[in-house]
């Protein structure tokens, strides 16, 4: 009775650990839809897509992901390269450019959030969104105080920052006006 015993919940137990290792772990690959009524804006944020991973699973730094919003008053869409670090950086971050097929571009800074990660979110212009749309080789260059690093986007990563893109854009344009009462 007692052997029964272990036997039904050490089974038990692998069912919930492979459950949690199944369902629980890993990030969602799907957009969220956020409506912000306080600001007025609807915010679609896509998965990060980590530059440096060492295994598929094992996402290491940095990490990118797009940020599109909808200003509700007016309608006007805006997009948004946010760019993490997991590593805290003790340097005073400068700004991010893309290389774009043999062309730089600077990107004017919006924000930078320190905590345990330093996030900094840029501004896509919209001159940008169809070079990068149409581009054969992506860079990343990062720069603070005392140096820049570059990251070269694969051909994956570039198709799929693109993926990101379309989908918030596509997100965005059905995305119906809030209704906001005062």
Known sequence: MIQYF????FFIFGLV?????GIGCGKSNTLVIIPEP????????????????????????????IKGVKDNTTLKKSYMLIYKLSTFDVEFPLGLSLYIDGEFYNLVKITTDYGQT???????????LPL?????????????RKNTEN????NRQIKKLN????????LMSKE???KIKR
């Not at 650990?17 to 290792?21: A, C, D, E, N, Q």
């Open 38 to 65: 306080v600001v007025d804006q609807v915010s679609v944020v896509s998965p990060e897509i980590c530059l440096d991973s060492y295994v598929w699973i094992i996402d290491a730094n940095p990490c990118i992901a």
């Open 163 to 170: 993926e990101y893109l379309a989908e918030i854009k596509n």
């Open 132 to 144: 990068l749309s149409k581009a054969k080789t992506v860079t990343i260059s990062y720069t603070n």
């Open 176 to 178: 119906p006006k809030l």
């Open 6 to 9: 272990y036997k039904k919940n």
């Open 118 to 128: 330093l996030e900094m979110v840029s501004d896509l212009p919209d001159n940008l």
């Open 17 to 21: 650990l492979i459950g949690f290792l």
């Open 151 to 154: 990251t070269e986007l694969s």
